[in-house]
């Protein structure tokens, strides 16, 4: 059974950092493309970071471009989220998803269709 699940959230101030992970079970992970979609109270899920099955192509959100970036470990079947810089407006739910096997690496959200339980981070003085 594919399972996600990601940590690190937490409470952190403006100008703060954070780490999220996700780390997969069940399957070796280097056979999916990842991606980190938050949604924020009352918005709707968006993309924010998006990673290739081998870090080839990375993908990232223009409200984080500079300030977030995606790496993956395979050997330790984990995909990480550094966050510097943060902002309130980065509060929200993070989930990590898995893109299915045999699509075309996109950050779309309507294509990953394996998704973790989510992680809040919330950005506040």
């Known amino acids: 059974q594919l399972q996600l699940v990601e940590s690190g959230g937490g409470l952190v101030q403006p100008g703060g950092s954070l780490r999220l992970s996700c780390a997969a079970s069940g399957f070796a992970l280097d056979y999916y493309a990842i991606g980190w979609f938050r949604q924020a109270p009352g918005k709707e899920r968006e993309g924010v970071s998006c990673i290739s099955r081998r870090a080839g192509s990375t993908y990232y959100a223009d409200s984080v471009k500079g300030r977030f970036t995606i790496s993956r470990d395979n050997a330790k079947n984990t995909v990480y989220l550094q966050m510097n810089s943060l902002k309130p407006e980065d509060t929200a739910v993070y989930y990590c998803?898995?893109?299915?096997?045999?699509?075309?690496?996109?950050?779309?959200?309507?294509?990953?269709?394996?998704w973790g339980q989510g992680t809040q981070v919330t950005v506040s003085s």
């Open positions: 998803a898995a893109l299915p096997t045999g699509y075309v690496y996109t950050c779309q959200l309507g294509s990953y269709d394996v």
